[in-house]
Nanobody, 120 residues
Framework: QSQLVESGGGLVQPGGSLTLSCIAS????????VGWFRQAPGKEREGVFC????????NYSDSVKGRFTVFFDNAYNTVTLQMNKLTPEDTAVYYC?????????????WGQGTQVIVSS
């Protein structure tokens, strides 16, 4: 069964850091464009990152640029989202996705999501 599984969410204070992991099974992440998305309560889903290991292309949304970094670990078929300088506006459910589209549109695979809460 091909799937993505996220982990690493939780509660963090403003200014803190958190690392999310996305592990793929049943397929090779290197062959896909990987997206990280988030959805806050009452808001539409927002794409925060799209990129691929093979192309070396990475794109971050303006809202996270300079604070979030994505790492590809092909040895473990994993993508990691390192989030620094978190603010309450970063509170959301975070999803990873794998797409054949270079803009990460219409992903083939979605993770189940992991909750991130930034609060004092």
């Amino acid at each position: 069964q091909s799937q993505l599984v996220e982990s690493g969410g939780g509660l963090v204070q403003p200014g803190g850091s958190l690392t999310l992991s996305c592990i793929a099974s049943g397929f090779t992440l290197d062959y896909y464009h990987v997206g990280w998305f988030r959805q806050a309560p009452g808001k539409e889903r927002e794409g925060v990152f799209c990129g691929s290991k093979i192309s070396g292309r990475t794109n971050y949304s303006d809202s996270v640029k300079g604070r979030f970094t994505v790492f590809f670990d092909n040895a473990y078929n994993t993508v990691t989202l390192q989030m620094n300088k978190l603010t309450p506006e970063d509170t959301a459910v975070y999803y990873c996705a794998a797409s054949s589209n270079m803009l990460c549109a219409t992903p083939t695979y979605w993770g189940q999501g992991t909750q991130v809460i930034v609060s004092s």
